[in-house]
């Protein structure tokens, strides 16, 4: 059974960096068309795809972020974690971590809520 | 890269009732188009992969169908479980969502 959680900071100042940590289970990021990703959903809106990082440690960012993101790989202890930098009000959210085979996106975890107010 | 378009944006129906959803791609994507529910408060989840594959375990009366730049998500007869917004995507794109009340 594929289960990730995603864990970090609820509450952080405008311009400081966020860091959130995916631990997940079920699965191994060493095998071969396995991603871990993350995805962000603004309240009310839809979801805004972030990152990536595949099982050959390829990494994927989305256009718009890609100077503001970070991602990397604990494999000892399953997890993959994610930093962006100099948030805004706007970076309020849910971030999700998701698992990918391959291109397909199939699960998610259940969410953690970020607000960016100082 | 590929803008990707959805509607309506919301609707309304009745239990029972034959619900349809339509994405446009801005590009072709050929086949490269998935489904997914999200009722509130909770995360999305896989109901359609590839436009047309029902995923394991979802009822058969979601389907989908279409290539290349126009697909539809259909649900067959409405059930009250089924009240949520859904969302297409391609690659790491998401439609705006269609919000199904009842």
């Known amino acids: 059974q594929i289960t990730l959680k995603e864990s970090g900071p609820t509450l952080v100042k405008p311009t400081q960096t966020l860091t959130l940590t995916c631990t997940f289970s079920g699965f191994s990021l060493s095998t071969s068309g396995v991603g871990v990703g993350w995805i962000r959903q603004p309240p009310g809106k839809a979801p805004e795809w972030l990152a990536l990082?595949?099982?050959?440690?390829?990494?994927r960012f989305s256009p718009s972020l890609n100077n503001r993101l970070s991602i990397s790989q604990d494999p000892s202890k399953n997890q993959v974690v994610l930093t962006m930098t100099n948030m805004d009000p706007v970076d309020t959210a849910t971030y999700y971590c998701?698992?990918?085979?391959?291109?397909?996106?199939?699960?998610w975890g259940q969410g953690t809520l970020v607000t960016v107010s100082s | 890269d590929v803008q990707m378009t959805q509607s309506p944006s919301s609707l309304s129906a009745s239990v029972g009732d034959r619900v349809t959803i339509t994405c446009q791609a801005s590009q072709d994507i050929r086949n490269t188009l998935n489904w997914y529910q999200q009722k509130p408060g909770k995360a999305p989840k896989l109901l359609i992969y590839?436009?047309?594959n029902l995923e394991t375990g979802v009822p058969s009366r979601f389907s989908g169908s279409g290539s290349g730049t126009d697909f539809t998500f259909t649900i067959s007869s409405l059930q009250p479980e089924d009240i949520a917004t859904y969302y297409c995507?391609?690659?790491?794109?998401f439609g705006p969502g269609t919000k199904v009340d009842i």
């Open positions: 998701t698992h990918h085979r391959w291109d397909l996106l199939d699960y």
């Open positions: 590839d436009a047309s």
């Open positions: 990082i595949y099982w050959d440690a390829d990494k």
């Open positions: 995507l391609s690659g790491f794109t």
